[in-house]
């Protein structure tokens, strides 16, 4: 279920990334500058590099944007995690760079730093994302980056409140975390 839920999320931000890289034909003219995107159809090639089971699935739903765009071309090329950092240093030293990639956060100042990345466009809000992964996105004051997704890696929670529900080591599985969230809930705490 998190698969498809976050495979949604990163259709929302790549479908809205493609249109504004391919560009919209409003009745005549191409804007192929990635301009106003709200209506006509895209047109235009852009190249997609993604890591992880993004890179996996992103094709299927680059096919479906593309049968309902006749004149845009996405290419999705899937790169494996553990090899992403130094294809992806390795196009910035030879100046060949896909026009969209997912990027680990922790390697973007040293992307920026090398010139391998451009700035935001300035049409982007960052305050219409999570404060804390927009600021990811940002190295010496410009941000570099739209955060694809957030997701959570460590788990915070009182312990005091869990130890007076019962629970008295971090949990371990699903099932432990069921425990806890209710041990909490039944010592009071509120959300």
Known sequence: MRTWTRSGA??????????????RDSGGDNDSGGGNISGGKASGEITVWAMGTEGEKLASFAEDFMKENPDAKVKVTPIPWDGAHDKIATAIAGRQTPDLSLVGTTWMGEFATL???DPTPANIDGSQFFEGAWNTTIVDGTSYAVPWYVETRLLYYRTDLAEEGGVTEPPATWDDLKALAEAIQGAGAEY
């Open 10 to 23: 990163v259709l929302a931000v790549v479908a809205a990334l493609a249109l504004a890289g391919c560009g």
């Open 115 to 117: 010139g391998g990345l």
